[in-house]
């Protein structure tokens, strides 16, 4: 076990959420209650400050509306920005700062989520909200809120992307525009179901499987991935769990994914081999964000109470406990 704890980048992205979702009303719903569950676990001891890290800077960049989430590429070279309200992506160049290229879908008429008020609202179907590259960064998948399923990008080479109107294959067109230039590039991807309110996608290290949690669904769908065959991925299982679910990670060393289960207060484990639900690890209600370091160890984003948490993947032990400013969400480790 690595002897120095990792540096924990911690993103708060106030996104709109509030104008998307599904159109189903669960009466049995934890969050739509707005009510938390006790805590299973007891508080683990606090540690010393850790004094080696320091702050250095803080950089803005301009992005549309809503921004929800973003992703690196493996290399480190290039930024995604998922903008819910703006139904766009947004790619930046690190070294720079400038935005190169954004990916924007045409909108069309759908039902979303007014997060609020707990009920269905009139809204448009292609927002996006979470992302996972696949195939060595070729491939970008991304969940679009409220049309019940996720879409494949070729970000390298657009001429793979070839769907085409097609009863039998929904498709979701989408404009390139290169800012300060009149250059359009224009062509159609496949939208492959997976649920109501798609949520966070995670993949296995090898790019054949990836998972995504479907928020009012109550489920996760498995994905076998294949670039040769379009429409490149396609569903083969579907994953009931006990309540909302959000973050995913995926351990491919002991062959295990978690889930957290937002809407309760448990991760629910997945047997990489078979695809089917494990056991169940009680924690702290209101898990949102999952990542795993080189160790084995779960560090888990508790979005209502207002921390951080490092635990035992193996048995569910809480090794230790951070505070962090309000509803902490997505969590990067470097």
């Known amino acids: 076990m690595q002897t120095l704890l990792p540096l924990i980048s911690i ?7 509030q104008n ?42 301009q992005a549309a509306l809503g921004t929800k989430s973003v ?51 009139h809204s448009f ?7 996972c590259f696949s195939n060595h960064d070729e491939i970008l998948w991304v969940s679009l809120h409220n049309a019940e399923g996720i879409v494949p990008i070729w970000v390298k080479d657009f001429s793979k992307n070839t769907a085409t109107v097609s009863s039998s294959q929904p498709t979701k067109p989408i404009t390139v525009i290169y800012p300060g230039s009149s250059k359009q590039d224009h062509f159609r991807v496949p939208l ?23 928020w009012h669904s109550r489920t996760t769908s498995v994905l076998a991935i294949d670039k040769n ?5 396609k569903v083969i299982r579907t994953i009931p769990v006990s309540a909302i679910p959000r973050g995913i990670v995926v351990d491919d060393k002991n062959k295990k994914s978690y889930i957290a289960i ?49 635990i035992d993947a193996a048995t569910g032990k809480t090794i230790f406990t951070a505070k962090t400013h309000a509803t902490p969400r997505t969590t990067i480790l470097s």
């Not at 010393?48 to 800077?57: A, G, R, V």
């Not at 290399?75 to 947004?90: C, D, F, I, P, R």
């Not at 179907?125 to 992302?131: L, N, S, Y």
């Open 192 to 214: 492959i179901h997976t649920g109501k309110t798609p949520k966070v996608i995670a993949k296995t290290k090898d790019s054949k499987y990836l998972l995504v949690s479907n």
């Open 125 to 131: 179907q292609e927002k996006p909200v979470e992302a």
């Open 71 to 121: 992703i690196f590429n493996a290399q480190g070279t290039h930024l995604y920005a998922m903008n819910l309200e703006g139904m766009s992506v947004y790619e930046y160049d690190r070294a720079d700062r400038k935005l190169m290229k954004e990916f924007k879908f045409t909108p069309t008429k759908g039902m979303g989520w007014d997060y609020n008020r707990n009920r269905p609202i």
């Open 11 to 17: 993103y708060f992205l106030t996104a709109g959420c």
């Open 262 to 310: 937002m809407g309760g207060a448990s991760l629910n484990v997945v047997d990489n081999t078979t695809w089917q639900s494990d056991t169940t690890l009680r924690v702290w209600s209101n898990p949102r964000h999952l990542v795993m370091d080189t160790s084995g160890r779960l560090f888990v984003s508790y979005n209502r109470l207002g921390s951080l948490a490092c």
């Open 20 to 61: 998307s979702g599904s159109t189903s009303v669960n009466q049995f719903d934890s969050l739509q209650q707005k009510t938390i569950l006790a805590d299973t676990t007891p508080i683990a001891p606090v540690l010393k400050p850790y004094q080696n890290l320091k702050y250095e800077s803080k950089e803005s960049l």
């Open 229 to 233: 065959v379009y429409p490149f991925g």
